[in-house]
């Protein structure tokens, strides 16, 4: 009706210049957008790394507040100085140009750079309780973490603004879900250390520690940082084997493991160890599998299998899913409940071998300790956390999953070797 009323009073003239004026604006706007569009894309993308750098900015003071109230009640200067030194710590890997020793060099370095971190924790804390210290030489490295990714996200918004680089634009945009996810996750575990309560990675060496009934007097430190105690199960031998608790410790599992298979012949080992979840998957789920079930740089998980090549020994392998940042915060129920099913799938596994087997519960043991009965309380201190799980709505997707997708090459390559940096330095 309209348009016959228009070309009924001339409006086929009128058409054609409406049509005429419409060409002319998209002709300007296009140019213009062309120009702007980008303008505007990186003022959105520095709003956005500005508002995430002020929650990082939070979360980094807010790790320094708790490490620094648990390790002294005065700093000095000279500690000040050196605290804040080793807040920026770097790690060199070592070149793979000669591949021949590389384990061994990796292991050095990694030796290194924590024992640097137990001289300035022995030589400046306050307390001088050897589980405490553990929690403290732990803790910092939350510390470190939540400094560490402060300051890679204020150098790629530096980048930005510099460069003007879309691409990059949309690459770091992707990242700051992924920052803000590990730097809260980095905050939770320092929380959890200095509380001695378990985080999501101390799975492992909780349902190793379920499955020793000897007397404390009875287990003995087997390597560094490794106990060690022969149990039955169902009438046949088994060497448990985990780290040493509560204090929050790793170890070397690789040369425990070692010693007991020249010791002992070993049908099997099953290792135990969180894993990582796919989204849809449920946290506490098991899964079973074959191979060194252990995360991290790949020393002590290269030094198993060399064990087991030797020995002529079939490695077998359960994993307790969560997602990574489940794995650094203080345990959910979920996790926690996940140790019946554990045990009894070790068990089940273990009967399937008629010799000894070894069992090793992989995973950072902080307020794990090292027997059934000292296990026995962990649930009382995680209460006020599940409490506070409940009360918050949790991330259903974890954001850190999209790191493994992320493609290589160009500022790709930079962003992947930022997170690589960083990870170095993450807790397990």
């Given at each position: 009706m309209v348009f016959d009323a228009l070309f009924a009073i001339g409006g086929d003239g009128i058409l054609q210049q409406i049509f005429m004026i419409v060409q002319i604006l998209s002709f300007l706007i296009l140019p213009a957008l062309l120009v702007f569009f980008p303008r505007i894309m990186i003022w959105q993308a520095d709003r956005k790394l500005e508002s995430a750098l002020v929650d990082l900015e939070a979360y980094r003071n807010d790790t320094e507040i708790l490490f620094l109230d648990k390790f002294?009640?005065?700093?000095?200067?000279?500690?000040?100085?050196?605290?804040?030194?080793?807040?920026?710590?770097?790690?060199?890997?070592?070149?793979?140009?000669?591949?021949?020793?590389?384990?061994?060099?990796?292991?050095?370095?990694?030796?290194?750079?924590?024992?640097?971190?137990?001289?300035?924790?022995?030589?400046?804390?306050?307390?001088?309780?050897?589980?405490?210290?553990?929690?403290?030489?732990?803790?910092f490295k939350g510390v470190m973490g939540t400094h560490q990714i402060f300051k890679v996200m204020r150098h790629f918004r530096q980048l930005i603004k510099k460069t003007k680089m879309i691409y990059l634009v949309q690459m770091v945009t992707m990242m700051i879900p992924i920052y803000k996810e590990l730097a809260e996750a980095q905050k939770e575990a320092t929380r959890a250390f200095l509380d001695q309560a378990p985080?999501?990675?101390?799975?492992?060496?909780?349902v190793a520690a379920k499955l020793i009934e000897s007397d404390k007097g009875e287990i003995e430190e087997i390597a560094e940082n490794i106990v060690y105690s022969e149990e039955e199960i169902d009438g046949s031998k088994v060497h448990v084997l985990k780290s040493s608790g509560p204090g929050a410790r790793l170890g070397k599992y690789g040369d425990a493991l070692e010693t007991v298979a020249d010791e002992n012949d070993l049908d099997a080992i099953i290792s135990v160890d969180a894993g990582a979840k796919f989204e849809g998957e449920e946290t506490g789920s098991l899964s079973e599998g074959v191979g060194v079930m252990m995360g991290g740089p790949g020393v002590e998980k290269s030094k198993i299998e060399d064990v087991a090549v030797e020995h002529d020994v079939?490695?077998?392998?359960?994993?307790?899913?969560?997602?990574?940042?489940?794995?650094?915060?203080?345990?959910?129920?979920?996790?926690?409940?996940?140790?019946?099913?554990?045990?009894?799938?070790?068990?089940?596994?273990?009967?399937?071998?008629?010799?000894e087997v070894a069992i090793v519960g992989v995973g950072n043991t902080c307020g794990a300790g090292d027997t059934r009965d000292q296990v026995a309380g962990v649930h009382n201190r995680l209460r006020k956390y599940w409490e506070e799980y409940e009360e918050k709505e949790e991330e259903e997707v974890s954001y850190m999953g999209v790191m493994g997708a992320m493609p290589s090459g160009g500022e790709q390559a930079e962003l992947l070797q930022a997170r690589d940096n960083l990870i170095w330095n993450m807790i397990r």
């Open positions: 002294a009640s005065n700093i000095e200067n000279d500690t000040r100085q050196k605290f804040d030194s080793l807040r920026d710590f770097k790690f060199s890997a070592p070149t793979g140009i000669d591949p021949a020793g590389m384990v061994g060099k990796l292991e050095n370095v990694l030796d290194s750079s924590e024992n640097k971190f137990n001289r300035f924790v022995e030589g400046n804390a306050e307390t001088e309780d050897e589980e405490e210290l553990a929690d403290l030489n732990m803790a985080i999501g990675d101390t799975i492992g060496p909780l079939p490695l077998e392998g359960i994993i307790i899913k969560q997602s990574p940042p489940e794995a650094s915060k203080p345990m959910k129920k979920e996790i926690y409940e996940a140790y019946k099913p554990a045990v009894s799938k070790v068990k089940e596994i273990a009967s399937e071998f008629d010799g």
